[in-house]
């Protein structure tokens, strides 16, 4: 997937220069401008940085335009990976556009993280351990999560997850609005 050109055709767009993206998302011009020229991939936080700065959901980078089915095959669904990352993510819902809700399958290999720092965005979030162990950092409080345990929370508190077992931990998470 090149998210560089998108990232960088919506930037000059909205004429924000690289070094004003970096002042809003403080993240270097060279890593931006390595991310934009797709010589490196943005993690999973500086993609959010990216998508706040510019004013759009992560989704803006994902959507695909596509007829409108309700049903998502297993064997369909729309995966997002991110570039230097374990982490995958299905998408439960057709697609993205003008979704209220997101829900997502995600899969975390032993000992991988969904970010590196804690993030935080508008809304709510609510997750279900299918199998594995997961444990949710946010804020100050860490849980512990096993295979069939749940956890609700808002999302403006920063947070993140982390495989805390010996094996693949798949999870079940839904989103309001949208992350990505």
């Given amino acids: 997937m090149q998210l560089g050109s998108k990232i960088r055709e919506l930037r000059q767009a909205k004429n924000i220069s690289i070094e004003q993206m970096s002042e809003k998302t403080g993240l270097s011009t060279g890593l931006i401008s390595q991310i934009e020229r797709d010589i490196t991939g943005p993690s999973v936080a500086s993609l959010w940085k990216i998508a706040k700065a510019l004013d759009v959901s992560m989704n803006y980078f994902f959507d695909e335009s596509q007829e409108e089915n309700p049903i998502v095959r297993k064997d369909q669904r729309k995966k997002i990976m991110l570039p230097n990352s374990n982490i995958s993510y299905e998408l439960l819902s057709p697609d993205l556009k003008d979704r209220k809700m997101e829900c997502l399958l995600i899969e975390i290999d032993v000992g991988e993280c969904s970010t590196e720092e804690l993030i935080s965005h508008e809304g709510e979030e609510c997750g ?12 100050t409080k860490e849980y512990i999560l096993n ?9 403006t508190v920063p947070h993140r997850y982390v495989n805390a077992g010996d094996k693949k931990c798949i999870s079940i998470w839904s989103m309001v609005p949208p992350s990505f």
């Fill in 147 to 155: 295979e069939g345990d749940s956890i609700y929370f808002d999302s």
């Fill in 128 to 139: 279900y351990v299918i199998s594995g162990t997961l444990k949710v950092k946010w804020g």
